[in-house]
């Protein structure tokens, strides 16, 4: 029947069970055949041996998750193409990154990236800044977790919070007992499952909307298609400027200081490989965000005059695509599966690096100074644990992050929370000899206090949102398939209250597009590290990174002026003098 809600099969459940236990089997073989991983070092970097394919890879879907497979479509079906110059801008940060990150992150040889921090500043600024990144990893772990369940949840009609669990534990085995080699491998997996699952839906989407010519003629009426709109509007949620300015210092932040991907990259022998593996990875990244874009417009072909969230077909605006999906592919054999085994691989990739990496860090940071004498195959055990312990938290946390709107501006928002300061921190602590660690920490606590202070604004006042036109005019009383749950409203309700309640008004900053939050972040969290450093004084621990600057940064220093190498380097080194020595990679300095 036309008004009744399509669910997925037994045939789909199949290729959904095959992926996850593919997934869970890569971690089972290299958790039990493989001996060599009963050291930290093995366990969290594969002992530096990983080849290209397999690092590439599993930063590629640690970046993707299910933000991408489901945000960015909804982002374009809501306002349009104009994300386009997201793609252009991954290419730009992956020369960046190249430049001066990895470099600098092989040189200090940790699996902890946030180690400079206390080789640059001191002990306690590396601890505070572990223990804020933790927080935010879980944070948009979980939001990844509630996204992808609500999204199962629409094709199953299983309980949301029964999804939750299911994937938690399944991600929680195999990350724990396979380790970083098993998570790497089982991501090479995921990704391939990433990309197919786009590509079926936009050919079959294509081909149940009549092809190019309706998509592009509905979408081109309806302005979605428009890619130089320059408003200088900073509430305007995409423009050329948030795209482009705003994106830069946002994606430049999170991709500079994320322990997640540059664990991948530590893995490689050397720092070549590395920055081949990067170049890989953001090229796929680059070219899947776009054919995401275009998922949101097909949808929008298909939905032009009846809106799924308006017409109450769907709870939230993470349903959009399982909805569509359902709708064109779900009379169909296995392909329905195919799209949610796409998904939940996109989901658990994330979730892995999260469980893999957090327990990285806090085993290096706060568990082995206070016991040095732990024995590699004890500490091993440890980390096993912590990642449980991780696992249940990200449950605890959905609580918080199932107040966003959609899991894209969830995902970014978490991420704006620490990352813009944490970039402050490293780029300063290379560019800025003087800079000490008080300077360090009020800097990243200030651009904390602000990023919190414009997202829990926003989540509370939710200012309504300008999105491009969308219709209910084609609805009938069968477009209304979906029953909700008692506890779960549209994620555009309360935005719409508001606009019938003149007396309500907004602070600016909470209603900003949240793309410009990394960005003012960064200029708040800068401008209290330059003002602090003249106050304190100079930072004494330079000379301790000499020889883990990077080539691109020791170039910068020499060719100041003499007047400003004064002023910023305090003469801290002669410009004639070579700091390129790198520090010797070993399993002993792993920590």
């Known amino acids: 029947m036309e008004n009744e809600q399509r669910l997925l099969k037994s045939d789909d459940y199949v290729v959904v069970a095959a992926m996850v236990i593919v997934s869970t089997s890569i971690g089972i073989y290299y958790g039990i055949t493989k001996k060599k991983q009963s050291s930290p070092f093995e366990y969290f970097l594969a ?21 991408t497979v489901l945000g960015t479509p909804t982002e374009s079906y809501n306002f349009g193409m104009q994300i386009v110059w997201w793609c252009i801008i991954q290419f730009l940060i992956a020369f960046i990154l190249n430049w001066i990150f990895i470099p600098l992150y092989h040189k200090m040889g940790s ?25 935010r990893a879980i944070l948009q772990c979980s939001n990844i977790v509630y996204g992808t369940a609500t999204a199962l949840n629409r094709a199953t009609n299983i309980e949301t919070w029964v999804i939750i669990g299911s994937i938690t534990g399944i991600c929680v085995l195999y990350t724990s007992v396979g380790g970083m080699k098993g998570v790497m491998w089982a ?14 839906v ?20 309806s302005g979605r298609l428009q890619i130089f709109n320059f408003d200088t509007n900073p509430t305007t949620r995409h423009t050329f400027w948030t795209s482009t300015v705003g994106y830069f210092f946002s994606y430049l932040a999170g991709a500079s200081t994320s322990q997640l991907v540059h664990q991948r990259y530590l893995t490689a022998p050397t720092i070549k490989e590395a920055r081949r593996g990067n170049m890989l990875s953001l090229s796929m990244t680059a070219s899947t965000v776009f054919l995401s874009q275009i998922i949101g417009i097909i949808i929008y072909a298909e939905y032009h005059t009846c809106d799924p969230i308006k017409s109450k077909t769907i709870q939230n605006m993470n349903q959009l695509v399982p909805e569509f999906v359902m709708k064109v592919m779900g009379a169909y054999p296995i392909l329905p599966g195919l799209f949610f085994a796409g998904l939940l691989a996109a989901c658990l990739s994330t979730m892995s690096s999260v469980y893999n990496s957090i327990p990285a860090i806090i085993m290096e940071s706060l568990i082995q100074p206070s016991k040095p004498n732990m024995s590699a195959k004890q500490a091993t055990v440890v980390c096993k644990l912590l990642a449980v312990v991780v696992g249940i938290l990200n449950i605890m946390c959905i609580l918080f992050t199932k107040n966003f709107p959609n899991v894209k501006q969830a995902s970014v928002s978490t991420a704006s929370i620490i990352d813009g300061s944490l970039l402050i921190l490293i780029l300063f ?14 800097s990243f606590l200030s651009g904390i206090l602000v990023s919190l202070w414009i ?33 779960m409203t549209p994620d555009r309700s309360s935005a719409e209250e508001n606009l019938q309640m003149p007396w309500i008004t907004y602070f600016p900053l909470h209603s900003l597009s949240y793309i410009w939050i990394s960005m003012i972040v960064i200029f708040v969290s800068g401008f209290v590290f330059i003002v602090m450093s003249q106050i304190f004084a100079k930072g004494e621990q330079w000379k301790l990174i000499r020889d883990v600057i990077p080539d691109s940064i020791q170039n910068f220093h ?5 007047p400003l190498r004064k002023i910023l380097l305090c003469d801290i080194y002669d410009e004639d003098e070579h700091l390129t020595k790198p520090v010797t990679q070993t399993r002993e300095n792993v920590f």
């Open 558 to 562: 020499r060719r100041l002026s003499k």
């Open 202 to 221: 936009i050919v079959m989407g294509l081909i149940y909307v009549g092809g190019v010519g309706p998509v592009w003629k509905r979408s081109y009426e």
């Open 47 to 67: 002992g530096r041996r990983m080849t290209l394919i397999p690092m590439a890879f599993s930063a590629f879907a640690t970046g993707m998750g299910p933000a």
């Open 429 to 442: 602590g290379l560019l800025l000899p003087q800079a000490s660690f008080k300077a360090a920490l009020l």
């Open 455 to 487: 997202v829990i604004g926003g989540l509370i006042v939710r200012p309504p949102l300008k999105t491009k036109p969308l219709s209910v005019e084609g609805c009938s009383a069968d477009n209304v398939t979906f029953r909700f749950h008692p506890e």
């Open 187 to 200: 991501d090479v997996i995921q990704a391939v499952a990433m990309v197919l699952s786009f590509v079926t």
């Open 111 to 135: 699996m902890n990236v946030y180690k400079f921090l206390e080789v640059r500043y001191n002990t306690k600024t590396k601890n505070v800044v572990t223990t804020m990144a933790a927080v």
